[in-house]
Structures are given as structure tokens and as C-alpha cells.
């Protein structure tokens, strides 16, 4: 296994934590599942199959999962009827009986029919990687948006599963891996019903898509610039937030810690104020339902003007990580934005020192900052790296200022350059350059037919 982080895990839930006193009752933690994980080798896999199945591990753990054995198979692509092959098939429930297994994770998304004949087959509950992420997004969630975008995602996965017994809606708790979270009651629902829900869910999104534009537009008017930290889940997105801004964001060693955005101010170099949001971390596989059910979320990250992205230096699969998360940028359709890469934690690359290495500094090319959140190593120069990308946004704009719109005067002046100015009787006429977050701004009082 090879990743010693996975040793810091403490495996409790911490819903039962949360449970704890809210009806006076001591909670009884649900018994400990314990799984087999299983995943197919494929040529056109950009992770290594053990790799792909580390992080599931480290995924089942977070979901209270102790890991009792593997078993993988080199396949073109996974069986479509049984994800495995036949005899490999056999071998699995061989050793789920061997090892007394109570649930079979899968590394890739099941069909229902496939996870219908894997259940029979295996006579267990059968869970795939979607289902294990929702499942620990339910856990995370804790604002009202983020608990609309879990359901959202939870009910859109399942509808295509349900069969006999459907269990939904309220926040109970119980049952298995992969049934847990805002989904949940005694109720036994169809289909109808499901897709009821999610019609009622998705009009409740779009408000609170309509709530985030309107703060966003506030912000932009007030002129702050807007950062997004981006990166692969566990890379330290929330430790250096809490390292730049004194913030206190939950950050530990799990995986998706950090479900909801959380955004900060931090000054820059220039004493220009700015706000740093950090939110959900990516994956790989990450199923579209769950981006599509965060656009919302989301969204945040597609109107920064500036990206962050912390990649882990340290992790044996950085570079995967990276290219999972540039790839889920371009899905995002934010792929484009100016970005500094933090590499962190170099700090475990060195013993006794307490700056990133020279000889790894002088080999960083532009656009990358060696950092340590947790030292707080290299922040300054990263701070440096955002305003850079942030001025060098600068756009040339020729404008006619109604004398009733000083302050956007001031604009140029304070956060722009004013390259010509002139008064005339309708206003003052300006020929500048303005960060390209204020154009909107100033974008109807746009000259044309000018003398400046
Ligand atoms: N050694 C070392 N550990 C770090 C550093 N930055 C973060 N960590 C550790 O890495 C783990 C993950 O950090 P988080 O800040 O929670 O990571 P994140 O990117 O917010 O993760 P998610 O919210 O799960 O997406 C924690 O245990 C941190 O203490 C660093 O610079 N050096
Ligand atoms: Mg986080």
C-alpha cells in the first residue's frame, strides 16, 4: 500500500459524533463493514490498477469500510454482464466466502443489471466507486446546498436501480455503505415519486444557483478579485487556505473533507484584497451526475479569475492526479483561466530544513510554486504568482465616464492605468486599462467614435 497517511485513519464516523445527544441517546455505531475490492486492469486505463485500488481503499476507510482482501483481472474492458469474467467471477466468491466478507466494492461504475447479477452471484451487498463517493459526500454534507446536491445526486444514481424496496428522503442514517445520507426512510417509494423529487430538488438548485450569481455579481461590483483552489481530494487545498487566510476550515486526512465552498479574504502583496474559495476536491471516475448535480457549487470555480491548483507532490500518482484534475477543469469549461500550481507538502521531501529545496526551487518552472500549507513554506512567493496572473489581466478599454460615475474613474486610477484622460462636457473620456473582471462595469459607457 505503500501511502503511510492511510495508517492516520481513524475509521469512525463521525455522523454517529454529530447523532450523539441530539435525542439524548448514546449511538450505537453500525458494525464495521468489511469489503473485498475489486477492479479490472484495462490497456486504456491512465491509472495502474493496484494504484486505482489503493485509493478506493482509502475511500472505503473514510466510509467506515475495513478492506479485507483484492482481487483483480486484466480485461479489455470490464464484462458487461458481470464486470468480471467467468471463472475470475467464481474466484471472488470463493474468497468473499473465505474471508467472510459482508460487502464487494467495485472500482468503476456498475450497470444496474450488472450489479443485479453480481449480487446474486455473491449473495452480498454490492457497492460500486459512485456509490462510495455519494455515500461519503452524504457524510460530508452539511449545508442545505450541499445536502440538496448529494440527494440530487443520490436519487438520479439510484433511480435507475430501484427495484422492490426504495428507501428515501430523510436523513436517517442507517443501513448499509452506499445507503446512507439525505436519501433515507422506511417510505417505500416508485419511481414517480423519485423522479418527483428530483424535479422539486433541481428547481431548489437553481435558486441557490440564482443566490450564489447574485453574491458573485456583488463581489465582482465591489471589485474583489475572486481565486478558486482547485486540486485533487487530500492535496491541501484547506490547510492552505487556513494557512493564508487564519481560517479554520476542517482539514484532515480523509478523503473529501471538504464538501461545501468556504471563501476567505487574503491580501496580496499589493494590499489588493482578495477572496479565496475552496471547495469540493476532484477524483478519478468522478461520476457526471455528481459534477452535474454541483454545478452549482461549482460554478464557483468556472467565474474565479484566477485557479490555484494544489497538487500533492508527494502522492505516488501526482501526475494522474493532476491530469484527472485538468480534465475535470475542462468539463467544467474553466480549463482556459490564468492558474498557479501550488506543489505541496515539499515539505516532506526534506528532513531538517525549514525552506522547499534549492536545487528543486531552481528547477520549478514558471507558473509553479513549491509550497508547504502546513509550514507555511513558499506563500509569499505564491501570493506573488496570483497577483501577477491577476494584473496581467489587465484589458485596454476607451470609455466616456457620465461626472455622476466618478468612482469609476477611481477604478482606473486605483486598480487599473490610465493611459489618456480628457474632460469633456458629457463626462470624462478615458483610454485605459482596466482588470478584466470590472469590464462589466464599464462595458455601457464604452466610446466609440472618440477623440482620446
Ligand atoms: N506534510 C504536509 N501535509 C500537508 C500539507 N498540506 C496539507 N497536508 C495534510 O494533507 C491532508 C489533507 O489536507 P486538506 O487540507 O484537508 O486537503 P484538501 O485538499 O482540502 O482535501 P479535500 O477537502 O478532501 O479535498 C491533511 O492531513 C493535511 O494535514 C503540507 O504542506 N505538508
Ligand atoms: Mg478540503
Same mark, same amino acid.
Given at each position: 500500500?505503500?501511502?503511510?497517511?492511510?495508517?492516520?485513519?481513524?475509521?469512525?464516523?463521525?455522523?454517529?459524533? /454529530?447523532r450523539?445527544?441530539?435525542?439524548?441517546?448514546?449511538?450505537?455505531?453500525?458494525?464495521?463493514e468489511?469489503a473485498?475490492?475489486?477492479g479490472?486492469?484495462?490497456?486504456t486505463?491512465?491509472?495502474?490498477?493496484?494504484d486505482?485500488?489503493?485509493e478506493?481503499e482509502q475511500?472505503a476507510?473514510t466510509?467506515?469500510?475495513?478492506?479485507?482482501?483484492?482481487?483483480?483481472?486484466?480485461?479489455?474492458?470490464?464484462?458487461?454482464?458481470? &464486470?468480471?469474467?467467468?471463472?475470475?467471477?467464481q474466484e471472488l466468491?470463493?474468497?468473499?466466502?473465505s474471508?467472510?466478507?459482508?460487502?464487494?466494492?467495485?472500482?468503476?461504475?456498475l450497470?444496474?443489471s450488472?450489479e443485479?447479477?453480481?449480487?446474486?452471484?455473491?449473495?452480498?451487498?454490492?457497492?460500486?466507486?459512485?456509490? /462510495?463517493?455519494?455515500?461519503?459526500?452524504?457524510?460530508?454534507?452539511?449545508?442545505?446546498?450541499?445536502?440538496?446536491?448529494?440527494e /440530487?445526486?443520490?436519487?438520479? &444514481?439510484?433511480?435507475?436501480?430501484?427495484?422492490?424496496?426504495?428507501?428515501?428522503?430523510?436523513?436517517?442514517?442507517v443501513?448499509g455503505v452506499?445507503?446512507r445520507?439525505?436519501?433515507?426512510?422506511?417510505?417505500?417509494?416508485?419511481?414517480?415519486?423519485?423522479r418527483?423529487r428530483i424535479?422539486?430538488?433541481?428547481?431548489?438548485i437553481e435558486?441557490?444557483?440564482?443566490?450564489?450569481r447574485?453574491?458573485r455579481?456583488?463581489?465582482?461590483e465591489?471589485g474583489?478579485?475572486?481565486?478558486a483552489?482547485?486540486g485533487?481530494?487530500n492535496?491541501?487545498?484547506?490547510?492552505?487556505l487556513n494557512? /493564508?487566510?487564519g481560517?479554520?476550515?476542517?482539514?484532515?486526512?480523509?478523503?473529501?473533507?471538504?464538501?461545501?465552498?468556504?471563501t476567505r479574504?487574503v491580501?496580496?502583496?499589493?494590499?489588493?484584497?482578495s477572496?479565496?474559495?475552496?471547495?469540493?476536491?476532484?477524483?478519478?471516475?468522478?461520476?457526471?451526475?455528481?459534477?452535474?448535480?454541483f454545478r452549482?457549487?461549482l460554478e464557483?470555480?468556472?467565474?474565479?479569475?484566477?485557479?490555484?491548483h494544489?497538487?500533492d507532490?508527494?502522492?505516488?500518482n501526482?501526475?494522474?492526479?493532476?491530469?484527472?484534475v485538468a480534465?475535470?477543469?475542462?468539463?467544467?469549461?474553466?480549463?482556459?483561466?490564468p492558474?498557479?500550481?501550488?506543489l505541496?507538502?515539499?515539505d516532506?521531501?526534506?528532513?531538517?530544513?525549514?525552506?522547499?529545496p534549492?536545487?528543486l526551487?531552481?528547477?520549478t518552472?514558471e507558473?509553479?510554486?513549491?509550497v508547504?500549507a502546513e509550514?507555511g513554506?513558499?506563500?509569499?512567493?505564491?501570493?506573488?504568482?496570483?497577483?501577477?496572473?491577476?494584473?496581467?489581466?489587465?484589458?485596454?478599454v476607451?470609455?466616456?465616464?457620465?461626472?455622476?460615475?466618478?468612482?469609476l474613474?477611481?477604478?482606473f486610477?486605483?486598480r487599473?492605468q490610465?493611459?489618456?484622460?480628457?474632460y469633456c462636457?458629457?463626462?470624462t473620456?478615458?483610454?485605459?486599462l482596466?482588470?478584466?473582471?470590472f469590464?462589466?462595469l464599464?462595458?455601457k459607457?464604452?466610446?466609440?467614435?472618440?477623440t482620446?
Amino acid at each position: 500500500m505503500g501511502n503511510s497517511f492511510i495508517r492516520d485513519f481513524d475509521g469512525q464516523p463521525e455522523d454517529n459524533v /454529530l447523532r450523539q445527544g441530539r435525542d439524548g441517546s448514546i449511538p450505537t455505531r453500525p458494525p464495521e463493514e468489511r469489503a473485498i475490492l475489486v477492479g479490472v486492469d484495462t490497456p486504456t486505463s491512465p491509472w495502474k490498477v493496484e494504484d486505482s485500488l489503493d485509493e478506493l481503499e482509502q475511500l472505503a476507510m473514510t466510509a467506515n469500510v475495513r478492506t479485507l482482501g483484492r482481487l483483480t483481472q486484466r480485461l479489455d474492458s470490464p464484462h458487461p454482464a458481470t &464486470y468480471l469474467g467467468k471463472g475470475k467471477l467464481q474466484e471472488l466468491a470463493d474468497l468473499r466466502v473465505s474471508t467472510g466478507a459482508s460487502v464487494v466494492i467495485f472500482d468503476d461504475e456498475l450497470s444496474p443489471s450488472q450489479e443485479r447479477n453480481l449480487e446474486e452471484k455473491l449473495g452480498v451487498m454490492v457497492v460500486d466507486r459512485t456509490a /462510495l463517493i455519494l455515500d461519503i459526500f452524504a457524510r460530508r454534507a452539511r449545508t442545505h446546498e450541499g445536502r440538496l446536491q448529494v440527494e /440530487l445526486a443520490q436519487l438520479e &444514481y439510484r433511480l435507475p436501480r430501484l427495484t422492490r424496496m426504495w428507501t428515501h428522503l430523510s436523513r436517517q442514517g442507517v443501513g448499509g455503505v452506499g445507503l446512507r445520507g439525505p436519501g433515507e426512510t422506511q417510505l417505500e417509494v416508485d419511481r414517480r415519486q423519485a423522479r418527483g423529487r428530483i424535479t422539486h430538488i433541481k428547481d431548489e438548485i437553481e435558486q441557490v444557483r440564482r443566490q450564489r450569481r447574485t453574491s458573485r455579481e456583488r463581489r465582482r461590483e465591489e471589485g474583489f478579485p475572486v481565486v478558486a483552489l482547485v486540486g485533487y481530494t487530500n492535496a491541501g487545498k484547506s490547510t492552505l487556505l487556513n494557512k /493564508l487566510a487564519g481560517a479554520s476550515v476542517l482539514a484532515e486526512n480523509k478523503l473529501f473533507a471538504t464538501l461545501d465552498p468556504t471563501t476567505r479574504q487574503v491580501q496580496l502583496p499589493g494590499g489588493t484584497i482578495s477572496l479565496w474559495t475552496d471547495t469540493v476536491g476532484f477524483i478519478q471516475k468522478l461520476p457526471t451526475g455528481l459534477v452535474a448535480a454541483f454545478r452549482a457549487t461549482l460554478e464557483e470555480i468556472a467565474e474565479a479569475d484566477v485557479l490555484v491548483h494544489v497538487v500533492d507532490i508527494t502522492h505516488t500518482n501526482a501526475e494522474e492526479q493532476a491530469a484527472t484534475v485538468a480534465e475535470t477543469l475542462e468539463s467544467l469549461e474553466a480549463a482556459d483561466k490564468p492558474t498557479v500550481v501550488a506543489l505541496n507538502k515539499v515539505d516532506q521531501l526534506v528532513t531538517g530544513a525549514d525552506s522547499p529545496p534549492a536545487d528543486l526551487e531552481a528547477q520549478t518552472p514558471e507558473g509553479y510554486v513549491l509550497v508547504s500549507a502546513e509550514r507555511g513554506w513558499g506563500l509569499d512567493k505564491l501570493l506573488e504568482c496570483v497577483q501577477d496572473l491577476l494584473e496581467g489581466e489587465l484589458r485596454e478599454v476607451r470609455v466616456l465616464l457620465p461626472y455622476a460615475q466618478s468612482s469609476l474613474v477611481d477604478l482606473f486610477h486605483q486598480r487599473g492605468q490610465v493611459l489618456e484622460e480628457e474632460y469633456c462636457e458629457d463626462g470624462t473620456r478615458i483610454r485605459g486599462l482596466v482588470p478584466q473582471r470590472f469590464y462589466p462595469l464599464i462595458q455601457k459607457y464604452a466610446d466609440r467614435g472618440t477623440t482620446v
